[in-house]
């Protein structure tokens, strides 16, 4: 059974940095094909993709985290990363990895959640100063 979790959240002032970390078991980067996908919440509101990889290293992102945010995966370590940069009050939410096997046949469609089976739990961001 494929298992997700994630690490690095916590609280940061407005402008600051955090790097996101999501380790994935049961499954191995090293083969075949998948899209991984970062996805956040705020409390009271809609959750939404922020960025997405696949087994090509192809990526996309969210208009809000264009030149802020970048992710990354080291398949040695069959981890996911997310660096946050330029942090403002409005990123502030639950960040969780999904991934899905094999890779989305629409890259268009990896900021869908319904794409994805397996999900980690979350790890909170706060921004606040």
């Known amino acids: 059974q494929v298992q997700l979790m994630e690490s690095g959240g916590g609280s940061v002032q407005p402008g600051g940095s955090l790097r996101l970390s999501c380790v994935i078991s049961?499954?191995?980067?090293?083969?075949?094909?998948?899209?991984m996908t970062w996805f956040r919440q705020a409390p009271g509101k809609e959750r939404e993709g922020v960025a997405t990889?696949?087994?090509?290293?192809?990526?996309a992102y969210a208009d809000f985290v264009k030149g802020r945010f970048t992710i990354a995966q080291d398949k040695m370590e069959n981890t996911l990363y997310l660096n946050m940069e330029q942090l403002n009050s409005e990123d502030s939410g639950m960040y969780t990895c999904?991934?899905?096997?094999?890779?989305?046949?629409?890259?268009?469609?990896?900021?869908?959640?319904?794409?994805?089976?397996?999900w980690g739990k979350g790890t909170p961001v706060t921004v606040s100063s």
């Open positions: 999904a991934v899905r096997f094999p890779r989305l046949p629409d890259s268009s469609w990896a900021f869908a959640a319904n794409e994805y089976v397996f």
């Open positions: 049961g499954g191995h980067l090293g083969y075949g094909s998948y899209t």
């Open positions: 990889i696949d087994n090509d290293d192809a990526k």
